[in-house]
């Protein structure tokens, strides 16, 4: 099929996890042209794409006018936006959540200005999260990284309504590397410590973004109509479900350590930023204050992707150890 009868996807965030995802993803497709979005198009990341046949087109979120350039002509845009790049930015001063909560509001903003623009678009994708204070009645205020992608969602459904009939929602469930889902080693034991501010029974969608995201947009993209949210994921599993897969894969016992968040915040310095999540997820659920929202059975075209226990089955264990660690590495107080 030739360049000139390809529909054209552009994908922001093109070199992270999700939009890489989307982007190889689309690559596989022969009638669309993949477009990806980037600062910095002479990176690694950019030039692997551009080897696929990817399109590289320089654009920033923070600059509206390089957007619509870049969305110019497209028929689906897919978007990610960023919150812990500048959260974790060793420039910046403490508990900086406010700060990047509001850089990527404007990201967001920006993005749906640009993609209301585009006069071909048929579906635009948002990579989302849910309203996590406002569905707890303001227990649980101090997620700025759910809170920033949900004020999102609230501009596109609200200030921008055109847009909103053609868009639809995907909910990515937790990253499978999240430092909660990796146990720590007790080299006294010889056995995996799973320490989690949350009940054992608590279920947890989990998706391994790299891989999987690609294949639900396309879903979303090619076979729905706009106006889906979708929660992703591979697996669903309870946090003690999630142990058993630990221990049946790498054959060591993994014992699961319930502790308060309090004590997870005093005694080891995790952030309310990131404890947010987990205690509310296990008080009110995942998707809480979402309504119309499906899952991955329900899609018209079935997803296929891993699971849980085939992505730690094709892993080095110490090697996840040590990206859960790092995940804190930059994270404030």
């Known amino acids: 099929m030739s360049s000139n009868n390809k529909k054209i996807i552009a994908v922001v965030g093109a070199t992270g996890n999700q939009g890489s995802s989307v982007a190889y993803t689309f690559l596989k497709l022969p009638n669309w042209h993949v477009r990806c979005l980037t600062r910095n198009i002479s990176s690694t990341a ?11 087109a320089k654009a920033d979120l923070s600059d509206l006018s390089s957007l619509s350039k870049a969305f110019e002509n497209a028929n689906a845009i897919f978007v990610n936006t960023d ?21 990527e509001v404007s990201h967001g903003r920006n993005a749906a200005i640009a993609g209301a623009g585009v006069k071909s678009l048929e579906i635009f994708v948002y ?43 995907i909910y990515l469930g937790a990253y499978a590397t999240n ?4 146990p720590k080693l007790d080299t006294s034991t ?10 054992k029974d608590t279920k947890m969608p989990i998706i391994e973004p790299g891989k999987s ?10 076979t729905e109509e706009p106006g889906k949210k979708l929660l992703a994921y591979d697996s669903y599993l309870s946090m003690g479900e999630i142990a058993d897969t630990w221990s049946r894969v790498t054959g060591k016992e993994t014992v699961l350590n319930e502790v308060s968040v309090e004590f997870m915040h005093k005694q080891f310095g ?17 998707m809480a204050g979402l309504t119309g929202v499906i899952e991955p059975h329900q899609l018209k075209t079935k997803v296929v992707t891993a699971s849980f226990e085939d992505f730690l089955k094709g892993k080095n264990h110490d090697e996840l150890l040590g990206d859960a660690k790092a995940q804190m590495d930059g994270i404030k107080q």
């Open 46 to 56: 950019a030039q692997n794409l551009a080897s696929q046949g990817a399109e590289v």
């Open 83 to 103: 919150f812990w790049a500048q959260y974790r930015d060793p420039n910046q001063t403490a508990n900086d959540s406010e700060k990047s909560y509001e850089l």
């Open 127 to 169: 990579s989302a999260l849910g309203p996590m204070k406002k569905a707890s009645n303001g227990k649980y205020p101090h997620s700025y990284h759910w809170e920033s992608k949900n004020a999102i969602v609230d501009f596109i459904e609200k200030e921008q309504p055109e847009l909103a009939k053609k868009t639809s929602f």
């Open 179 to 182: 430092a909660f889902l990796v």
């Open 190 to 199: 010889g056995k995996y410590i799973l320490v989690i501010p949350m009940k």
């Open 213 to 222: 995201t690609g294949p639900f947009v396309q879903a979303l993209v090619e």
């Open 270 to 286: 995790v952030p309310l930023e990131v404890l947010g999540g987990p205690v509310f997820i296990e008080e009110f659920g995942y």
